[in-house]
């Protein structure tokens, strides 16, 4: 029996859908699904840990958009997602697939302010998941993050900790704007170094994370 423009494009092949087929349903679903590319990504970081990989996009795809790829198709999908080619798919790939603006942003150019500021905010929300996973309050964050004990956050400190090894960006993904536009988020006045007062506030700043504020108490106990 013919297949109708009724039936859907995952249904025509007992192999499963191309690559290409799957990307395109990602690229119309995905802000209709999540709203935004930040709790999407989340929502494919099935394991946590800053990055997706074939597993974790094999799994959500099957779970969430009922799609079942064969091996072949879903590393091309992953090969096409991941594009500093080391495996897995970080946050700048998942944004540079996905996000219709970012792809039209060749590599090497540079990003206008109000695209570095946008990307800035998401990838905000991103570290204060990361914060909240690896640490049981804000007051434990802080400490392990002023590596120097100097009682606020260098900027050294910020991108070792926070940006190579929360945000998994050892290979250097984000550019120096963006690096520099996420330490003045939380360097509130400017000065150079982040103070435990200006952490704690960008920390609470929004309401999905309002809970952070009172982190110096943790599940009842005050830390």
């Known amino acids: 029996m013919p297949v109708t423009a009724s039936h859907s494009v995952f249904a025509m092949a007992s ?10 349903l990602l690229k119309s679903k995905i802000y209709f699904k999540y709203g935004d590319l930040h709790g999407a990504f989340r929502a494919f970081d099935r394991s946590h840990n ?20 064969n091996e072949t198709e879903l590393h091309k999908l992953r090969d096409h997602m991941d594009a500093n080619h080391d495996g897995v798919i970080g946050w700048s790939d998942f944004v540079a697939m996905l996000d219709s603006t970012a792809a039209k942003v060749e590599p090497g150019d540079s990003l206008s302010p109000s695209r570095v500021r946008s990307e800035a905010d998401s990838m905000l929300m991103l570290i204060k998941t990361k914060i909240d996973e690896h640490f049981s ?10 590596r120097d004990r100097t ?13 190579n090894r929360l945000l998994n960006d050892q290979q250097g993904v984000l550019d120096n704007d963006m690096r520099e536009a996420l330490f003045r988020k939380y360097d509130l006045n400017t000065d150079g170094v982040i103070h435990y007062e200006e952490f704690m506030k960008v920390m609470g700043s929004s309401s999905e994370y309002g809970l952070h504020l009172d982190r110096a108490f943790v599940k009842g106990k005050q830390v």
């Open 50 to 69: 800053g990055a997706i990989t074939l597993a974790d996009l094999r799994e959500t795809l099957k779970m969430i958009f009922g799609v079942e790829m």
């Open 137 to 146: 309050s804000l007051r434990e964050a802080f400490l392990s993050i002023d």
């Open 15 to 24: 192999a499963g859908p191309s690559a290409d087929a799957v990307e395109a």
């Open 151 to 163: 009682g606020q956050i260098s900027r050294r400190d910020f991108e070792e900790v926070v940006l």
